[in-house]
């Protein structure tokens, strides 16, 4: 009788999960309409608010990126990338341009519209691109303003109306239907780029899209010449060399020839955006078909038993167990870990050597400028201060610290030295043939470096990057770039 009874037991639960299914309570609160299920919420709702009760497991993970801690080479507390141990060279390579006031590292997702509002490269003359991807008003607002969008003034239109709008910082809506919680792209660009590039995105597969998403936002980009429109620069290809050829011809084609023009050179620069999206495709995970979402949204149990893909978007050296792991099952984590950190303070080395380096060359070419070097001479110099200073910031700029694509990034930097050395050999040749003194040149550089390493305010040391030994010089070739 005892096992008739166990039998009927079995059965019974069997019927109960039959009737009441199997889904985890991120589920229970959404109704079924045509066969799909709904959340019933409103298909432009961008409150991240209004996902928590729905959500609760995801949404409470998506708070833990309100956690900051600093780590060796990156971390989530908001701090200045000129401190000491990070990259006190900045305020001059980026002399005359808004990242010499304020640059800071990266920190969780949900302090974007905060830092976006505080930080003072945002001003009068902003523009709506800048806010692109810091909201989740953003699709909604493009939708109502069209490419008007993307030139609007950013503190009399963008902030007032986003406001409005009741707009969160980067959340659920910009990367899930409100509806149906499908994986969506929001950010036009994204597959405006791909599609130039020649790439079908009629119907991306579901692992395509664990990246795309995030791709949406962490690429490399710039401001349209004609509209200030967010535009990758793609259709050559995803590698370095490839952009800065784009940059060369097509972006120049179109009227954008730079970003701003260096203080220290003259030269017309490039600045480098976090570009994690091109960096890791073009990398051994990449290449294998990992998904972003596969190491920094690797699957977590919460309250014991359930399964869900963690909105906790951090490192996976701090989630290894589930990230690493599910890979990588069969070696030492701990070893796995060494050998990630040997990588990253490979490339840390090279990428310091590089940026050291470009910052001498910026001197080099001011010193010919003020020498009476022949135009086209400083004019080839200055082209190689410009492609070895972008073949270190697109590597410097990535999150990765080296590890998306290791072997591509070191080669980056392997250019950048090359480039940059070039304008030093060039100068150096032009400066002796007017009698300057390379050793008083070299030294005069070093106090200089030292002066804006020296200063305490942030805001003060690019102002010590120049002097009466080095004085600000305005462009040598006019500018055409609208931007």
């Not at 597969?205 to 990246?211: C, G, I, P, V």
Request: glycine content about 6%; aromatic content about 10%.
């Amino acid at each position: 009788m005892a096992r008739f009874k166990f039998a009927g037991f079995l059965l019974l639960l069997v019927l109960i999960l039959i009737v009441t299914g199997c889904s985890n309570d991120s589920s229970k609160k959404t109704s079924t309409a045509a066969g799909s299920k709904t959340t019933g919420l409103s298909a432009d709702e961008i409150r991240n608010e209004a996902f928590k009760d729905l959500f609760p497991l995801q949404y409470n993970s998506y708070k833990k990126n309100e956690k900051m801690e600093d780590t060796k080479y990156g971390g989530s507390v908001k701090r200045s990338k000129y401190d000491p141990d990070k990259e006190p060279l900045l305020p001059i390579l980026f002399n005359g341009y808004g990242f010499a006031t304020e640059y800071n590292e990266d920190r969780g997702h949900v302090y974007a519209l905060k830092d976006i509002r505080a930080v003072k490269r945002i001003t009068d003359k902003s523009v709506g691109s800048c806010y692109t991807c810091k909201s989740t008003a953003v699709p909604k607002m493009i939708k109502e303003m069209g490419d008007s969008y993307w030139g609007a003034n950013f503190n009399k239109d963008i902030w007032p109306k986003g406001e409005k709008m009741g707009h969160s910082p980067i959340g659920c809506s910009d990367c899930h239907d409100p509806k149906t919680m499908d994986l969506r792209v929001t950010r036009p660009s994204f597959y405006k780029a791909l599609k130039a590039k020649g790439v079908d995105v009629s119907n991306p597969t579901k692992n395509e899209m664990r990246s795309y998403v995030c791709g949406q936002c962490h690429v490399e980009y710039y401001f349209a010449a004609s509209n200030s429109e967010v535009t990758f620069p793609w259709k050559k290809g995803f590698k370095p060399e490839e952009m800065y050829e784009y940059y060369n011809t097509i972006a120049k084609e179109k009227g954008f020839e730079k970003d701003w023009v260096s203080n220290i050179s003259g030269a017309p620069m490039l600045k480098a955006q976090h570009p994690d999206f091109e960096t890791h495709l073009s990398g051994p995970h990449g290449k294998a078909g990992v998904s972003c979402a596969d190491c920094h949204m690797s699957y977590e149990r919460v309250d014991g038993k359930r399964k869900i893909s963690s909105h906790w978007w951090t490192s996976p050296l701090k989630t290894m167990q589930t990230s690493c792991g599910q890979c990588h099952g069969d070696r030492d984590l701990d070893k796995l870990k060494d050998r990630v950190m040997e990588i990253e303070d490979t490339h840390m080395k090279a990428l310091h050597e590089a940026e050291n380096i470009s910052t001498s060359a910026h001197y080099y070419v001011n010193k010919m400028i003020t020498s009476g070097v022949a135009r086209d001479k400083i004019k080839q110099a200055q082209e190689y201060v410009r492609k070895g200073q972008w073949f270190w910031d697109i590597i410097a700029a990535e999150n990765s610290a080296g590890f998306h694509n290791p072997q591509g990034s070191m080669d980056s930097l392997r250019v950048s030295i090359e480039e940059s050395n070039k304008a030093i050999r060039l100068a150096t040749e032009e400066l002796v043939k007017k009698g300057v003194s390379i050793a008083e040149l070299d030294k005069e550089i070093e106090k200089v470096k030292k002066a804006v390493a020296d200063e305490k305010v942030n805001e003060k040391k690019k102002d010590h990057a120049v002097n009466s030994y080095f004085p600000a010089q305005a462009p040598v070739v006019p500018a055409t770039s609208k931007k």
